[in-house]
Every structure is written in C-alpha cells, then in structure tokens.
C-alpha cells in the first residue's frame, strides 16, 4: 500500500507517543452532576487532551467526528486555517493516532473536509487506521448553489470513514455490524401496495414487486439458471427473456411459487413474473446512500448559531445539527460515547446530548467559554433550535467543564505530586494492559489481566505514609495483597520502594515496579 511522505514525518509519527501526559482540571459542573460525569467539555490543546484521555477511555468511543481545519489558506476569527501542508499532515498524523487508541473496536471515525486536504487525508487515513478498514467517502451537500464568480464549483465536502477493525473473513468492518439503519421514509414505504391477483389481494398485506430475472454478461445467460416456470393461472411454461436468466435455482423458484411469492399480475396472465417482498419482511429501516442532500446546508449551521446567541455566527462554516444528527444515528446508539477533538461552536457536543449519548467535546480557543459553555446550557434549558422537535428533546442531562492541568511527570521524570491515587490507578493500568479501567480504583489491588494481578501503594491508599501505612511493599503488605487477590497468579505491584528481598518476591511471583521511575509513558 503506497504511503504519504512529507518533510518531518517521522517526528509526527512520534509525537503521539511522546507528547507529556497532563492532568485533567474539573473547573464546573452544569445541570444534573449525574449526568455531567458522562460529558466532557474539555478546553485545551487537543494533542494533550486526548493524550489525557487514553488512560480512562481507550477504546471506549463509538464515534468519533471530527471537523479539522480545512487549509484553505484562510484566516478566521477563531482559528488559523493557513497552515501549510506538511505541517497540516504531520498535526492530523498525530492526533489521529490517538483517536484510534480511543476508538472502541466495533467504532468508526468520520472526518469532514473539502478538496484542499480531502484526497490527502484519504491516503493517510488508511495509513493510521488501515485501507481495509476504510468505510466510504460521503458527499455531503454544503452549498445550495456554486460561487457566482466560477463557472464551475464545489457544492459539497466529503466525509471520509473508517473503522477501527474488520475481521478478516469479513466483508464488513465491526462497525458497519453494529450501524443502525435510517429511519423509513414516507416515499420508501410508498412502494409497497395490495395488488389485484386472480385470487384476490394477498393477505399478507402490502409487498414490492422484485425482478426475478437476471442480465447475463456478454449477452449471455448462466445455464443453470435459464429453465422454464409454470404460470399456475395459464398453464402455460415461461421463460426468462431474451438476454437474461432467473435470479433464482430451481428449487428456490419452485419454494416461491409454492408459497405464493411470485406475482403473476393483476389476471395472472403476465409473461414474467415478479418476486413479492412483503412490507412486514422489509429491514425496519433504509441503508444511507452515500451522497447527503438532505441533512442541512451550512447556511443553516449559521442560522442556528444565529438563532441561540441572537448574533451572526461567528464561525464561517458551522456544521448543521441535522448531519451531525445523521452520522450519530448511523455509528452509534444511546448510552454510547461520542468524541469530537476539534468542536468548534460544539455542535456534536449538543447533537450528542440531545440524542442521549455520553460525549467529549475538545476545543482550544476561548470560544471553548463564551460559545460551547452557553450553548451547552440552552441544551440543558430544553432549547428548540436544530434537530430538538425532531428528537423530541425537552431538556435535561448536564456536562462537566475541564481544562488541562499541569504535566503528570517533569522533566526528569519525577510524578507531579498532585496526581491523586485514582488517576495514577488509571494511568498503570492503562500502561500495562493498553485498556481503560472500568472499576472505580479505590483499591491497591488494580485488577487482573492476561493471568496477572496488578497493585499499586500510592498516595497512603492503605493508611498513613509510613511504611506500615502501604507506600512500601513489606512482608505484611505482602500478605494484605494476598488476602485481596488470594488467586495463585503472578502479582506486578507498584510502590515507593520494597522492603522484601528480591529472592522472597522471586519464589512468589512478584515483580516489583517503583514510582516513579518504572511509571513510563506508553
């Protein structure tokens, strides 16, 4: 597979890696502190926020959607979109790599951009994620018209897809498993009908009429499919016509026709007939085509910014609720976790909430308080803009307000004193298992993984600081983690320092780890 290169590529490719660990500050709380436990709204430089993240929500995300800056060489008043080129790829490199750390297995990551970066962004996309696990490029109508001052022009931006695993004897990624499908239209439904039969209208109800009959190729038909049927009206053998075959063996047509599946017309006298597909046996709703002309334009992201703070938006190409609506409803389901690293006037954050997902919404500028914060809030307050009478929202839920905090290790890799148990918790045991814990880390004893169980003394997490207290592995530190996990499995235990000789811990099965110096970034 042919890869991008650019100048400082292999820097891009370590920085994800590289880039220090920071805290995450909760600064407030808005609405029911229940639900504001699930939402993130997190102002910061993205790269740290999401190096921040991994530790408590790798691969935890449905749905990732991200709308980066397009590098159309254009100055905004909330962003600098005039970055050039390899430095565009080598800050999408990085922070992609560590949204597909975040990703859950069965999730998907959507990414809207324009022809500037788009093709680009293709190539490296399945470098970071895979060409196989590549889903579609959707074609999203943006404009209801091209610039007056072209001849010819641009009316859509395109959302690339890509999912974070596809089994190998798959023709589907995980993701696309687990899609949900769009709701039926009024037009979709409109095809199935009570025709008029021989024998009075089918009492199965309304069905659709499906071609039984097949185009060969080349003007030639596969033989084995090319035999006649029996009109059960007339009598009379029919075949296939000229240039084509059945779609169907002989023995499915024959289990069609027993079961009065094939439509013969309204006399039961037709040439060819027709496969009934019953509305009660259609799927419950309609696959997404991959051209969208009917989820909003940026014209209308405008008017709903406008319509929430009473002034012209202050962002030139503010998402639509009703796409992100559209994509949120495909990748995921309610409960599930949605992301967005680059959230702008937070349109996924609020289309997230109305919706019942669990977010994270990033966002660097100032805009992160004076526009995310308040539209959040109207949310809450059960405001009826975008797609609420839609969704039927009235209101509810809440968020939390995080900012960046200081580094987790210095410079010379001493652990910040600030870092609390339950977060350096998180952190080994994101080190060690490359996964999110899902206990609360309120216990030395961190969980079992691959056949090990994993200990941290940190923080006085046993009592006072004294060795006696549980920062020190001694022999009767040992034997309280024995009576925490009595199973006879190796043990990894991180501590301030052992004071059991290595031989004792040899013939036990324990490795020790001190802070902080064995505490390595992943």
Sequence with gaps: MPFL???????????????????????????????????????GDNLLALKALL?????????????????????????????EHSQWLSMMYSRLALLRDLLAEDGSIWVSLDDNEAHYMKVLGDEVF????????????????????????????????????????????????????????????????VFSEPNGPDPRGPFRKIDTTANGKGGRYVESLYYPVTNPFTGEEVWPRTGTCWRHNRDEMARLQAENRLFWGAKGTAKTPMRKLFKTEAKQGMSAPSIWADTGLNQHGSSEMEKLFGEKAAFETPKPEALLNRIIHIASSPGDLVLDSFLGS?????????????YIGIEMGEHARTHCVPRLEKVIAGEQGGISETVGWQGGGGFSFLTLGEPAFDEDGRLNAAVKFPTLAAYVWHVETGSPGQQAFDSPFLGMHEGKAYFLLYNGILGDRRPAGGNVLTSAILAHLRALCPDPVPFVVYGETARVGPARMFAEGVTFKQIPYDVTMR
Excluded at 63 to 81: G, K, L, M, V
Excluded at 347 to 356: E, Q, S, Y
Aim: positive net charge.
């Design 346 to 358: 937070g349109t996924t954050a609020a289309v997230a909430h109305k919706m019942g997902r669990r």
């Design 55 to 83: 530790p408590f929500y790798a691969g935890r995300v449905k749905c990732i959607f991200i709308d980066p800056p397009y590098n159309t060489q254009s100055a905004f008043e909330h962003y600098d979109d005039r970055l």
């Design 5 to 43: 290169d650019w100048v400082n590529k292999n820097h891009a490719k370590d920085t994800a890696r590289e880039v220090p660990y920071h805290l995450l500050k909760r600064q407030a709380t808005y609405g029911d502190e229940a639900s504001a436990a699930d939402n993130l709204l997190i102002q």
């Design 130 to 193: 895979g060409r196989q696990n590549f889903i579609l490029d959707v074609a999203w109508q943006k404009r209801d018209g091209p610039p007056n001052d072209r001849k010819i022009g641009s009316i859509h931006d395109h959302i690339l897809a890509w999912a974070k695993s596809r089994p190998s004897d798959s023709r589907k990624t995980l993701a696309e498993e687990k899609f949900n499908l769009m709701p039926r239209t009024e037009k979709a439904d409109a095809q199935y009908q």
